[in-house]
Each structure stands twice: as structure tokens, then as C-alpha cells.
């Protein structure tokens, strides 16, 4: 992912900030969202068969988690304790930092690393503001941004790790899937979708970016 960012994909990205009016500081990383369900892992998209899962309220996510053999069910957030719990839903996906502040392990003990999302946070200026600073102000922000970028994904690999052995001790059982080959097949028409609507030049300098 930061491959592309830091590349290529990340400055045609930044172009399209720009036209909106800010100016680009720093991406930091959010982690990788993930099928969480009631007490079942997932190894393969089969295993996803049936299950009615959460997601955002997002066309893409609603496509790759039916791609990939779900049930994909568009909720919010703060309705899948009780969704899960009454056995309206069967899982969620998200990372691990969100299974444990909101307490959902108490009716979701199974992890599964599908890490078939990754979105990264972005730290923006409205560039109203920015442009009244001065070259020295300016120049000392976006240093202290380049430095902070580095520093957060350092910090957030801790964190997760720390998370993931509280979450342990709370009952949560994490599987690797040795083989994510299987979800990524399942998953190419939606890539093929997407060029088709929004022109392959970003996907293309992304895909480009993983070869890297």
C-alpha cells in the first residue's frame, strides 16, 4: 500500500487533494480490515459462504465481500453488538484496534487475517490556511509531517501488537491464513469493474506499485 502511495498512484492522489482545495501533509497507516465472526474462522472464501456480514455503507466494500462469498450487509456501526448477538449477523470486518474499544469480542471471539482492505488516514490543510503562512512555517510543517508520517506507522505496528495480546486474553482466537491467493481471484472483476468506471490509470499505477 505505501508502496503506491509514496509512488506514482500516491501523486495523482495528492493532484486530486490539491483540486479540492488542501494541501497534502502526511498518509498514516490504518491497519487492515478483517472477517470477524461469532466463534467460526475463515480460511478460504468458502468458509465466507452464507455468512451475512457487516460492512460500511460502501458500494466497493458491499462488491469485494460478496466477490469473495459473503453476505455482504451494509449497517452501522454501533448496531452489530446487537446484530451479532441476536444472530442477525454472523461477523464484521475491521482491525483489531475496533474489535477491542468497542468491546465486540464479548460476542466475537474469531479473527481471521483476509486483510482484503487496507485505508490509509491522510492528514490534510485547507489550503485557505496554508497559503497565509509563511515559507519558513510552511516548509517547517511539511518536514514535521514527513517525520510524523515514519513515526506513526512505527507506533501503530506496536499498538496492534499490544492490541491483539489483550484481545487474546479476552478469549479472541487469530488465524493466518496461509494462502490469501483464493480472495484476491475472487476479487479481480471488481478491480476489472472499477477501470471500466473510473479509467485504469490509478489502478494500473497501483497494480504497477505491487510488482515493485
Known sequence: MFKALNGEAGQKLKEDINKAGFTFLMWADGGSRNIITKDKPVYTPEDLKGLKIRVMNSQLMVDALNSMGAIATPMEQGEVYTAIEQGVLDGW????????????????????????????????????????????????????????????????????????????????????????????????????????????????????????
Open 93 to 212: 470486518e475491521n482491525n483489531p484496534v475496533t474489535l477491542l474499544t468497542l468491546k465486540l469480542y464479548e460476542v466475537s471471539k474469531a479473527f481471521s487475517w483476509t486483510q482484503h482492505f487496507m485505508v490509509p488516514d491522510m492528514v490534510l490543510i485547507s489550503d485557505n490556511v496554508f497559503q497565509k503562512l509563511s515559507p519558513e512555517q510552511q516548509q517547517a510543517i511539511k518536514e514535521a509531517a514527513a517525520e510524523a508520517e515514519a513515526k506513526q506507522r512505527e507506533l501503530w505496528d506496536a499498538y496492534i501488537g499490544n492490541t491483539v495480546k489483550e484481545l487474546e486474553s479476552h478469549g479472541v482466537t487469530f488465524t493466518e491464513i496461509d494462502d490469501l491467493s483464493p480472495f484476491i481471484e475472487r476479487a479481480k472483476p471488481i478491480w476489472n469493474s472499477y477501470k471500466e468506471q473510473y479509467g485504469s490509470e490509478l489502478i494500473t499505477l497501483i497494480e504497477q506499485a505491487k510488482q515493485k
